[in-house]
């Protein structure tokens, strides 16, 4: 068997696990709200001394045509897509969410590996669009 299809193998025995939106909320708040604002509208109390004014995160969805894009927000959370932020990159929160791994469907029914954590997280961001 392939290195490829090894992984794949490990992916797909790995059980999709629903997502709480309950336990994302409280992710949100303690890791994300000082600079995205309790609203998830980019105006957290941090914003005034960061050179980059962060996302409106209640228009994730509307942004990509109206589907909510699961890859690009677990990627920009863990790291995996870095963004310039406050003169730097975004803190990345997957060494903090990232255990225990766990298989996440994406829209296009494909398994997307990711932190249980950050898995709750964008459950809960999906909740807040407008």
Do not use: W
């Not at 309950?22 to 050179?51: F, K, Q, R, V």
């Not at 709750?120 to 909740?127: K, P, Q, V």
């Amino acid at each position: 068997m392939t290195p490829r299809l090894a992984a794949l193998a490990l992916i797909a025995a790995l059980p999709a696990e629903a997502q709480d939106a309950a336990i994302g909320a409280d992710i949100y708040y303690t890791y994300c709200a000082s600079c995205h604002g309790d609203g998830a509208e980019g105006d957290g109390p941090m914003t005034e001394i960061l050179n980059v004014t962060p996302a409106d995160l209640t228009g994730l969805a509307a942004r990509n045509g109206g589907r909510f894009p699961t890859v690009m927000v677990a990627y920009r959370i863990d790291g995996r897509d870095p963004i310039a932020a406050h003169g730097g990159p975004m803190p990345f929160f997957g060494d903090i969410l990232g255990d225990p791994l766990i298989a996440m469907k994406t829209q296009s029914g494909q398994p997307l590996l990711l932190g249980e954590g950050i898995a709750d997280l964008i459950a809960f961001l999906e909740t807040i669009q407008d």
